[in-house]
C-alpha cells in the first residue's frame, strides 16, 4: 500500500496546477495577440530594473512596448521604468515572494494586448519562489551581478534550470570585485547546459546591443521583427497611472 503524501504537498500541488493551467491560457492569449512576452529573474538588487530601463528606452522609439512589474512593497520600479514613456504598471504583492499568472491576468485586464509588440515583466527579487510559477511568458531571462559571486548558479539551480536565456549584470564592477567570469559561465553551464548567456551593463551600456539583436532577431524564437502598432493612438495613451510620469 503507497504512503499517502503530506497534505501541505497536496496543497502546493494544487496551487501550481491551477496556475500551470492559467499560465497555459495566457501564453493562448499572447499569441492569439502576437505579442512576445519576456519575465526576468534574479536575486533582489541584481539589476533587473536597470536592465529593464534601458530595454524600454532603446525599444521604444520603434516598438511598443510594456512592462509590469513584481515587488513585495513599492511602486519605486514602477516609476522608474515609466521614465521610458512606455506604460507601466506596478504589481504589490505583500508577502508573496514571486509574482503568478493570477497577478499577470489582473494587472492586464485594462491593456490592449493586441497593441502591444513585447510585454516585459519583472518578477520579485527572489533566486527561489518565481521557479516554480510559469507566467504564460514565451522567454524566461536569468539575470546573475558580477556582485553575487560566481557561484549562485550551482547554490539556487532550479531558478537557472527553468531558464532560457542568462545575463550577467554590472559588468564594468567585475574587475573591482575580482568576478571570476569563467567560473561564472562554467557553472552556468553545468546546471542549465546549453543556455545562452549575454553580459551586460546597464551603466555604460556595454553588450546592451548583442542581447537586443538576439532578441530582435528571433534567435529565441520570438516574433517581433516588425512592430504592429506603431501608429496606434490609443496604445501611446492607454490608461496607467505610471505612463510618462
Ligand atoms: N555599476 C552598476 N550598477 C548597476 C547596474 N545595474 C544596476 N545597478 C545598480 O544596482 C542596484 C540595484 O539595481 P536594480 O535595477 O534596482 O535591481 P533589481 O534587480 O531591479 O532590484 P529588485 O527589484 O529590488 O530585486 C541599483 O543601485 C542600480 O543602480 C550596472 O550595470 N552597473
Ligand atoms: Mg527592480
Known sequence: ???????????????LKQNDLLARE???????AAVSVVSLVSSPGAGKTAFLEKMLSDLKPQYAVAALVGDLATENDAARLARSGAPVKQITT?????????MIQTALEEWNLDELDILFIE????????SSYDLGEDLRVV???VTEGEDKPLKYPTIFNTADVGIITKMDLA?????DLAAAHDNIQRVRPGMKVFEVSAKT????????????????????AESKTMDSLEF???QSEFVNS
Open 1 to 15: 500500500m503507497s504512503t499517502p503524501q503530506p497534505r501541505l504537498v497536496e496543497v502546493r500541488q494544487n496551487v
Open 26 to 32: 495566457l501564453r493562448g492569449r499572447f499569441r492569439e
Open 94 to 102: 505583500g508577502t508573496v515572494c514571486h509574482l503568478d499568472a493570477t
Open 236 to 238: 501611446r495613451n492607454p
Open 143 to 145: 539575470l546573475l551581478s
Open 123 to 130: 518578477n520579485v527579487g527572489n533566486l527561489v519562489c518565481p
Open 175 to 179: 574587475e573591482v570585485v575580482e568576478f
Open 205 to 224: 551600456g556595454a553588450g546592451m546591443k548583442e542581447w537586443r539583436q538576439s532578441l530582435l532577431n528571433s534567435e529565441f524564437g520570438l516574433r517581433i
